[in-house]
């Protein structure tokens, strides 16, 4: 029961880092888009960008379900830049429904809308270069103190996601839609999957060169050379598509990327759920817990929310018309 909870955390954020991480990529160009465009890009992911985030609320909820002590030390780590990311998750929303009622403070929640997705991904980012650098831990708790989290390759792996999702989101828009913005995130993705390996490459050396311990596994399991080379493949195939204009590969690509490197993170980590600290099996919580959720949260809650998430992408398929969201 323990592996079936793990995979399902891992899934759970899996998809809520590749489904909202594309419109957190969209509001991030959204910023540097005119008013027709950003009707544009704001009707491509209207449908489904509230319901993108379902996946955050489902990862917390199994993490403090099945997990309690790994919920309570990331929680005593990241307390203030999640409180940070919540914030901005808010205040992304609130601007997405306002902006198209207040003309006159218009600018105002754009700015909201742009500036939400970007501190709420980079903070994402920042969380998941802190876990492979490694947290002050002490007998499976947190010591680090309110800042023991940040550091420099925290930070660039912030920036880092940022690069990322501005990639699933160009790769979004040429999937959605037509005319001006199409052609502009077709010369977008080029730039933005070589920004994507090269900072890819510089993590990796730089985790060499401060001798980091996750980077023992390399050598303990050669077969993690797979994603690098899954990754690096689909970015060639995605240049490629690019090249032939092929509207639906290069999210397909993007998306393997990200798999790449979600991959190479999951395999690295087992067994620990923080990384040396803290593993699986003491996270997890009693086998009668993890029984009892399973018949509520396991049999029901997860299939029924991919069915939905399922049926809205094929409802809302295809690209979104030029009149754009009004």
Not at 101 to 115: E, Q, V
Not at 305 to 314: E, P, Q, S
Request: charged share 10%; glycine share 10%; net charge neutral.
């Amino acid at each position: 029961m323990i592996l079936f909870w793990a995979s399902l955390l891992a899934a759970t954020t899996l998809l809520y880092v590749l489904l909202d991480g594309f419109d957190l990529g969209v509001g991030i160009l959204f910023a540097f888009a005119d008013e027709p465009n950003r009707r544009k890009m704001l009707g491509a992911i209207s449908p489904v960008w509230d319901g993108n985030e379902t996946w955050l609320v489902i990862t917390g909820t199994v993490l403090f379900g099945a997990f309690p002590a790994a919920y309570a030390a990331l929680l005593s780590a990241f307390y203030l830049p999640l409180v940070l990311m919540l914030c901005a998750l808010i205040l992304r929303g609130v601007a997405f429904e306002f902006r198209y009622k207040s003309l006159g403070f218009r600018w105002f929640w754009d700015l909201g809308f742009a500036g939400g997705s970007f501190v709420a991904t980079f903070i994402q980012g920042m969380t998941v270069g802190a876990l492979v650098e490694g947290l002050p831990m002490k007998d499976g708790h947190y010591i680090g103190g309110t800042l023991g989290w940040f550091s420099p390759f925290a930070a660039l792996c912030g920036f880092g996601l940022v690069l990322g999702y501005t990639l699933l989101g160009a790769s979004w828009l040429v999937r959605k839609c037509e005319g001006e913005i199409r052609e502009r995130a077709y010369q977008l993705l080029p730039v933005m999957t070589v920004a994507v390996l090269a900072f890819l490459a510089t993590a990796f050396v730089l985790a060499l060169t401060m001798h980091l311990h996750l980077m023992s596994r390399w050598l303990e399991r050669p077969y993690l050379l797979i994603f690098p080379l899954i990754g690096a493949i689909s970015s060639v195939c995605l240049l490629k598509s690019v090249q032939q204009r092929k509207d639906l590969a290069p999210f397909g690509f993007s998306t393997l990327i990200f798999l790449a490197a979600f991959g190479t993170l999951a395999c690295s980590f087992w067994p620990f759920m923080i990384p040396f600290a803290l593993t699986v099996e003491q996270a997890a919580s009693p086998p009668a817990s993890l029984n009892f959720i399973f018949w509520g949260a396991g049999l029901f809650v997860m299939p029924l929310t991919l069915i939905y998430t399922f049926v809205v992408y094929r409802l809302f398929r295809g690209k979104v018309a030029d009149v754009g969201y009004e």
